[in-house]
Structure formats: C-alpha cells, structure tokens
C-alpha cells in the first residue's frame, strides 16, 4: 500500500521545514565564525541583503563584509520560525546579543531561501535593528 499524495506532500514539506531550520543555524554559526566557504555555497547568485541602516548590499559586498571577523561575546537567536511554501520559503527570528565592547542588542531577520539548481539558496536577507521604546 502507498502512502496518498496528500501525505507524500505533507512529508515533504515537513522534510524542507526540518532541512531549513538546521540551513538558518548554519547561517548564523557561519556568519559568527566569518565562514565565507560556507555562505559561498549557500548564497544565490543574484543574493541581496538589506542592512539594518537600510542601505543595500549585494552578494560580493556581503561576502567582503562577512570576512571580517564579528566580535560578540553572546549571540542568541530566539523565535525561528519556517514557512514553507513550494520552492520559496521564510525564515524569521529574532537575535539578542552582546558585543565584545559590551553593548547590547535585539534585531530581527528575515531570510527568503529559495529551491534553485536543486537545492536551497538565500536570495535575500534583511536586519531589522529593535530600538527600545
């Protein structure tokens, strides 16, 4: 007996929730250790981020800045959340840290992650700094 097509279809989504999730961990470990390897092969080539002064960068502008090394002493990210949607898909959290000059922060982000060439890529990212009211 076969599982329906239905089923198959939740399973699947399930399994691109599951593989995105661990993809937005990866992100920000990479981002923490300044891992351009890895942001090399997970980035799209049209890839944009939108910075939380709200200029605009591009991939290679990305890259360059990601180099550097980021110096926090904590960096935790808090209420991910995954939305699924065919080969397009969302992921959104929220960061709270502390810099190595002993600043603090929150921000959120918003990743759209796309299904390209077999397999998923950002195509886009935004910061979104949380000012205290």
């Given at each position: 007996m076969s599982a329906s097509p239905q089923l198959m279809t939740v399973h699947?989504?399930?399994g691109a929730e599951n593989k995105l999730y661990r993809l937005n961990a990866d992100y920000v470990a990479a981002f923490l250790a300044s891992d351009i390897d890895w942001f090399e092969r997970?980035?799209?080539?049209?890839f944009r981020c939108i910075l939380a002064d709200g200029g605009v960068i591009d991939r290679a502008?990305?890259?360059?800045d990601t180099a550097r090394?980021?110096?926090?002493?904590?960096?935790?990210?808090?209420?991910v959340?995954?939305?699924?949607?065919?080969?397009?898909a969302i992921v959104q959290a929220r960061t709270v840290y502390e810099r190595a000059d002993g600043g603090r922060g929150e921000s959120r982000y918003t990743e759209v992650w796309i299904g390209r060439e077999g397999r998923w890529q950002t195509l886009l990212a935004q910061i979104t700094?949380?000012?205290p009211a």
């Open positions: 699947a989504a399930r997970h980035l799209a080539s049209d502008a990305f890259l360059s090394p980021v110096a926090m002493k904590s960096f935790d990210v808090e209420d959340n995954v939305q699924v949607e065919g080969e397009v700094p949380v000012v």
